[in-house]
């Protein structure tokens, strides 16, 4: 496990502070970005579990050999709000982590939202 600066966890916290303030019992769209990688889990805070998951490790997205790329958030944007519909989650709360809401972390937020997430 990498060594996080204080900033980071900081900002991190400052920002899920605010989307639990928000949420109305609404389940947590976490996004965590990698330099090779991207990963996005919708999280129940309530019951402290995790719904529904997506990465680009899997099979279905690696293959079209997108990865880490904005292709690649597209595709993991689009399957986490397929899985999410699975498990009766229409309406979610996006949480950006520490991380800037551009590039990947917004395609990925875009496609949910075009697959059917409300956010």
Do not use: C, W
Not at 12 to 35: F, T
């Amino acid at each position: 496990m990498p060594i996080s600066h204080k900033g980071t966890e900081r900002r991190k916290q400052r920002v899920r502070k605010a989307i639990k303030a928000r949420a109305y019992g609404r389940p947590r769209l976490s996004v965590h970005r990698s330099d090779k990688n991207i990963y996005a889990q919708i999280i129940d805070d309530v019951s402290g579990r995790t719904l529904a998951a997506a990465s680009s490790l899997e099979k279905d997205v690696k293959a079209q050999g997108q990865g880490g790329s904005t292709e690649g958030a597209v595709a993991v944007g689009k399957l986490i709000a397929e899985r999410g519909k699975a498990a009766n989650v229409s309406e979610v709360i996006f949480d950006r982590g520490a991380y800037l809401y551009h590039g990947r972390v917004k395609a990925l937020a875009d496609a949910a939202r075009e697959a059917g997430l409300q956010f």
